[in-house]
């Protein structure tokens, strides 16, 4: 919190005017931080006296680099399995404990779960720490801390990456906040350092720049990565890999909530998980055109995405919606039309194995991301794919204007 050391204030009010959320006061002979502060810290770097600090900012954790080694990645795990992205952060993890030269750890809450911990441990994880009991079978928000938390107090990792997925974005705060350390959400890449520095790097301000974001003074270093943007792991067992099963009392098992019934969702088709996706963008000129597009994709096998606009003019749902606030997907054939490519919507598609581009603007950023580009009139060239798909001339048009 901002704190004011009063005997160096001569109250000349510069850090009232600059505060963007009038979140300080004067009050008889002293400045007052109010309940409206959202530590911008603008009123520390204002303040001509050096008056104004952050309490706490600036205290190294003891010995950090010495007592925090290793890397720890967070499964997601439910009755169905362990869930897929569960297998990209192990693939990351490995890369950058690898790099660092520690070790990889895991850790497994659930019920029931001695086969997904030897599977994990089958994919290069060093050390899995298994969290099994039955109060854990369904996911309930403070046991779910408290076992991520004891698992960071037994080894001490220098990095922890959970899944950006409804659970691991409900998880990853709380868990920062018991050990006063950041946390990036959402990132795309993930860099290491030599001294152990993690690199979270992810597009902000709407996608126009990527942010790289470190944590010099906390540990561990937290990040949620997001599914589909890093690639998955390969078996390989690591000498002396093992699975420690461990405990939590019953205090630590403890919640507020309690779960009266659960009942399994239906199957449905995920657009992350499709491997041929066309993508609709607002070179689109009317939300029937969007059936044209849709008919490639499923001459195609595959299934039709759009982009933040079309969602928000109610032409398609959020489900379909290709981006930073919609799905990453990685398929192996990705055709967008009337895409210009903001980083919004690339940062989504950058783990697509082919990415072919049709857009009248042959300036438009997409062409740079794209492997293919067609530039004219989207109509007519995805009708005469439509045409060569039903004629059995698969490609024909495609080969023709690439």
């Known amino acids: 919190m901002i704190e004011i050391n009063h005997g160096k204030c001569t109250l000349c009010e510069a850090c009232i005017a600059a505060c963007p959320f009038a979140a300080l006061m004067r009050q008889g002979n002293r400045i007052v931080v109010l309940e409206s502060c959202r530590l911008c810290k603008i009123c520390v770097k204002r303040c001509p006296e050096g008056a104004i600090f952050v309490a706490g900012e600036g205290e190294e954790q003891l010995d950090s680099r010495a007592h925090w080694r290793g890397v720890m990645v967070v499964a997601e795990w439910t009755a169905a ?7 990209e952060l ?9 790099e660092l030269g520690e070790k990889l750890y895991c850790v497994v809450v659930g019920s029931g779960i001695d086969q997904a ?6 994919y290069g994880v060093d050390h899995c720490l298994a969290y099994d009991h039955p109060e854990l079978e369904v996911m309930r928000i403070e046991p779910y801390t408290s076992a991520i938390a004891n698992a ?3 080894v001490n990792p220098g990095i922890v990456l959970l899944a950006a997925t409804p659970m691991g974005r409900a998880l990853a705060p709380r868990v920062a906040v018991r050990f006063r350390t950041g946390l990036t959400a959402d990132c795309t890449r993930l860099e290491v350092r030599g001294d152990g520095e ?3 790097i992810r597009p902000a301000f709407g996608g126009n720049i990527m942010a790289q974001i470190i944590t010099p003074k906390r540990r561990p270093q937290m990040a949620t990565v997001r599914y589909k943007v890093m690639e998955r792991a390969v078996p390989q067992r690591m000498p002396g890999a093992r699975v420690e099963h461990c405990q939590l009392n019953s205090e630590e098992l403890r919640s507020r909530v309690t779960v009266i019934k659960s009942e399994k969702k239906p199957p449905q088709t995920s657009l992350a998980d499709a491997e041929v996706v066309v993508a609709a963008g607002r070179g689109v000129r009317s939300k029937a055109d969007l059936a ?3 008919e490639l994709a499923e001459l195609l096998g595959g299934q039709l995405g759009v982009t933040r606009p079309l969602v928000e003019a109610g032409w398609a ?5 290709i981006g930073l606030s919609g799905r990453t997907i990685r398929p192996k054939l990705l055709i967008t039309a009337g895409i210009s490519g903001a980083v919004q919507f690339t940062a989504g598609v950058t783990g697509a194995e082919l990415i072919v581009a049709i857009n009248s603007d042959p300036s438009a950023p997409i062409f740079r991301t794209a492997h293919y580009g067609l530039v004219g009139d989207l109509y007519p060239i995805v009708q005469g794919l439509i045409q060569d798909l039903k ?6 048009v495609l080969a023709h204007n690439s």
């Open 198 to 200: 993690l690199v979270q």
């Open 317 to 321: 749902g959020h489900t379909r919606q």
């Open 292 to 294: 044209m597009l849709e």
């Open 90 to 98: 192990v693939g990351k993890g490995r890369e950058l404990a690898d």
């Open 81 to 87: 399995g362990l869930h897929p992205v569960t297998f």
């Open 117 to 122: 911990c030897r599977e994990i441990v089958e």
């Open 152 to 154: 960071i107090e037994r």
């Open 391 to 396: 004629g059995g001339t698969d490609g024909a």
